[in-house]
């Protein structure tokens, strides 16, 4: 058998394969096809995949792969010698049946091989095992890549050619008509879904050149699909020549214009066409008069066209189209296109009409018959407990007019979920309310609180831009939050229906990048109060273990952003209510952590917490009369010279400096533990000496507890 290598390729031939589902189904059949060639030697680790996906097709193509693998040396452990072979050192009859069993017989006893298993001498046999053949190992392979497909919904369908049509059910992602299966020139003889593979596939539904195309071999089959298909297989070149034709067109337009950039868009769409042919269609400008982002919307969402944006991000009355068909003349098409999205947009501008006749505060009345939670009643009952906690984030924060403000954002924050707009588009809930709020005559601070109190949405998104706006977004995600684990409703692994995890980092986020003066755990009692009455309603749920919830993701998000686990822990574990304060805190205890003093007072902190665990009744108090070893003289005389000075810095904010101050009590410390026994069996002079560490530790442990950095 050659062992010459060459290309394979394999092609499942379907009908229209789900677009949002493409990219992943593409890969993952080209991935556990080469993974199963290269487990079972048919294809070596360097070999180069290369994966097609198109509307209509799922492909891969290997370099280096073998017609047949190598023959594998088998070893097979038979028997003790012992139970094998009689005194005489023949074989016994145990001993002939195994082998018989294995498909050898006595002749084979004299080359056996003895070998340690164990105490005991065993008799293996040696035998070569022969490597699975193209045929077999691709025929198991592509089994598994089918059940492997990540299929969001399997269809089942007849196979028109079994052996009784009609009656011989596949299940599969989509009808499959093809398979192609070429090991260089040559075809492999495999089958899947009732197909037997060929050198046969189909281009362009109605552009192919040739049907069908007969492939001459694995390595022409993207440019014969090119040249003679009019198909572009791979999903990455398609994708590549969207984008460039986008560009091409914006270009021609001319003004500065360019696509909207949307990643999730230009896969769909590359997931949809063959043969990507970009035109430039246009809509009446009276339709601009509508928001941009209802426009975008209707065009991306239900069209996916590519909206145009002039050089200042505005809106223009053109978008693009990426066309699955190349006519000589395009006039038909673009016609067809500009008349479809004509009544989109005209949908959207009746609506955005008919929104604006009814003023926002008159629409939330009508929140109150929008179920929120079975627990905790209405989206108009939420509004309420919203508005009462924004006051009182506002009264704290600001002045009378903060708290107006905030208070009747908080009220219409929510009144366009009853609007035409927004039932039609969900994705728009604060965008309309900033506009209608806007049509209403209302502050422009309000307008954009209502905007932005759902910000930020998602990781990496920006903050609300005006104070207004960040008193109602704590304000709503603190409803949220406290509501949820209130009744108990609390995030399990990967489930998170509320998004508790979002809304508590942005409650971070917030607090520490707005660096608002604000204490965490008198935020969570206040707006657990505003619950009160509310049956099942866990008070200490919605304080203590939400504190911690909290907590727990700024820790994550300090991690992510390159802290150690020990700096995050030290700074973290007193339970800092400023959150604005922690990268204050967390620069402290890293410039703390690099000076030569740090690990023998995080080791001597780490002693004395321990000491006083088990001291429960010291008391923080010193009487120097009952001072009589030197090192605890000198101990107390460093504290009095140099705590005044740390206090002093930490009130003033300057964490860094008061923990570099405190670093010279090194000395002294570890003088004390050398030369002073603490636990003393006199009871003053015991109680005094533990009263000196406990005025130690809490004055070291301001910033945050050192002893977390000892090793």
Not at 416 to 435: A, H, I, N, S, W
Request: a negative charge.
């Amino acid at each position: 058998m050659t062992m010459t290598s060459k290309n394979l390729l394999v092609e499942l031939f379907v009908e229209e394969l789900p677009p949002k589902a493409l990219k992943k189904l593409g890969d993952a059949f080209a991935g556990v096809l080469r993974d199963q060639l290269v487990a079972l030697g048919l294809a070596d680790a360097g070999t180069v995949l290369t994966s097609y996906a198109s509307p209509r097709r799922l492909g891969a193509h290997l370099t280096n792969v073998v017609a047949q693998a190598a023959d594998k040396a088998v070893s097979q452990k038979l028997m003790p010698v012992a139970v094998g072979l009689d005194a005489a050192g023949n074989a016994t009859p145990a001993l002939l049946k195994r082998l018989g069993a294995l498909g050898a017989d006595a002749s084979a006893v004299p080359g056996l091989k003895r070998a340690m298993d164990g105490k005991a001498e065993a008799l293996f046999y040696e035998s070569t095992a022969q490597g699975a053949t193209l045929a077999e190992g691709l025929q198991k392979a592509l089994a598994d890549a089918i059940a492997k497909l990540p299929i969001p919904k399997v269809m089942s369908y007849q196979l028109e050619n079994g052996e009784l049509p009609g009656w011989t059910s596949v299940s599969f992602v989509r009808p499959a008509h093809g398979l192609v299966a070429l090991h260089g020139g040559d075809v492999v003889p495999v089958e899947a879904l009732g197909l037997t593979a060929g050198r046969e596939t189909h281009g362009h539904r109605f552009e192919a050149k040739v049907d069908p195309v007969v492939l001459r071999d694995a390595g022409s089959y993207a440019l014969q699909l090119e040249e003679e298909g009019a198909v572009i297989a791979g999903f990455e070149a398609r994708r590549t020549e969207i984008a460039r034709q986008l560009t091409l067109a914006a270009a021609k337009v001319g003004g500065g214009a360019k696509p909207i950039d949307d990643d999730a868009l230009l896969d769909e769409v590359t997931a949809l066409v063959e043969r990507p042919n970009v035109l430039v269609c246009s809509f009446e400008r009276e339709f601009l008069d509508v928001p941009q982002e209802c426009l975008i919307l209707t065009m991306k969402a239900n069209q996916k066209y590519f909206p145009l944006l002039d050089a200042g991000d505005k809106l223009t009355n053109q978008f693009l189209v990426v066309s699955n068909i190349t006519p000589d003349d395009a006039s038909a098409v673009i016609q067809g296109n500009e008349r479809v999205v004509r009544p989109r947009l005209a949908d959207a501008k009746f609506f955005f009409d008919q929104d604006r006749k009814k003023s926002l505060a008159s629409r939330v009345e009508s929140l109150g018959k929008v179920v929120y939670h079975n627990k905790l009643g209405t989206q108009g009952e939420r509004v309420t407990r919203v508005m009462h906690i924004a006051r009182a984030i506002a009264e704290q924060l600001g002045d009378g007019t903060l708290a107006a403000q905030a208070t009747q954002a908080a009220q219409l924050a929510k009144a366009d979920l009853v609007t035409d707009m927004v039932g039609e588009f969900p994705e728009l809930q604060g965008t309309m309310g900033r506009y209608y709020a806007l049509h209403d005559g209302l502050a422009v601070d309000v307008a954009d609180a209502i905007e932005d109190h759902y910000k930020p949405r998602f990781a990496g998104d920006t903050l609300p831009r005006g104070e207004v706006g960040v008193v109602v977004a704590l304000a709503d995600k603190l409803e949220t939050l406290v509501g949820m684990f209130g009744i108990g409703n609390l995030p399990t692994g990967d489930r998170d229906p509320f998004a508790l995890r979002r809304h508590a980092l942005g409650v971070v986020r917030m607090l520490i990048e707005k660096d608002l003066p604000l204490d965490l755990k008198a935020l969570l009692t206040g707006a657990a109060a505003v619950f009160q009455g509310i049956d099942g309603f866990d008070r200490d749920r919605a304080v203590v273990d939400l504190e911690g919830f909290i907590l727990d993701r700024l820790a994550g998000s300090l991690r992510e952003q390159g802290a150690s686990a020990q700096e995050v822990d030290a700074v973290l574990a007193p339970q800092p209510q400023r959150l604005g304060d922690v990268p204050k805190l967390l620069a402290a205890v890293r410039a703390f952590a690099a000076l030569p003093e740090a690990p023998a007072l995080a080791a001597a902190n780490k002693r004395i917490g321990n000491i006083l665990k088990k001291s429960p009744e010291a008391d923080a108090h010193v009487s120097p009369v009952l001072l009589q070893e030197p090192a605890e003289k000198s101990l107390h005389e460093a504290m009095e010279r140099i705590l005044p000075a740390a206090d002093a810095q930490f009130d003033a904010g300057d964490y860094t400096g008061s923990l570099q101050t405190l670093a010279a009590l090194r000395a002294p410390v570890d003088a004390f533990f050398d030369g002073v026994m603490v636990n003393a069996e006199q009871m003053d002079l015991r109680l005094n000496r533990l009263g000196l560490l406990k005025l130690l530790h809490a004055a070291m442990n301001r910033v945050a507890l050192l002893e977390r950095l000892a090793a």
